[in-house]
Nanobody, 116 residues
Framework: VQLQASGGGLVQPGGSLRLSCVAS????????MGWYRQAPGKQRELVAT???????AYSDSVKGRFTISRDNAKNTVYLQMNGLKPEDTAVYYC???????????WGRGTQVTVSS
């Protein structure tokens, strides 16, 4: 499965961005797609995940500000990010894994920078 993420950019604190990620190739259900991020000098961390049945999970640092959603017909996952903070600055990576596999596919990442 190949993943193509888009929607990153530069935004002021308190602003919003919407990331999108399209999966192509042998996409099967049920599956789980999600977003991770990695800030400079820090380990990669989980941001949010959503199963193809729309069961979601969030890290505590983004809960209440970010919303993950799916369009299964388009094999697309979104991440709506509101109330952005400078500490949200990172490269955001999209992931995909089918329930029947232990292998996770990773996208190339999209840069999100929150700065005034």
């Amino acid at each position: 499965v190949q993943l193509q993420a888009s929607g990153g950019g530069l935004v002021q604190p308190g602003g919003s961005l919407r990331l999108s990620c399209v999966a192509s190739g042998r996409v099967v259900s049920p599956n789980i797609m999600g977003w991770y991020r990695q800030a400079p000098g820090k380990q990669r961390e989980l941001v949010a995940t959503s199963t193809s049945g729309s069961i979601t999970a969030y890290s505590d640092s983004v809960k209440g500000r970010f919303t993950i959603s799916r369009d299964n017909a388009k094999n697309t996952v979104y991440l709506q990010m509101n109330g952005l903070k400078p500490e949200d600055t990172a490269v955001y990576y999209c992931t995909y894994r089918s329930f029947s596999s232990s292998n996770t596919s990773w996208g190339r990442g999209t840069q999100v920078t929150v700065s005034s």
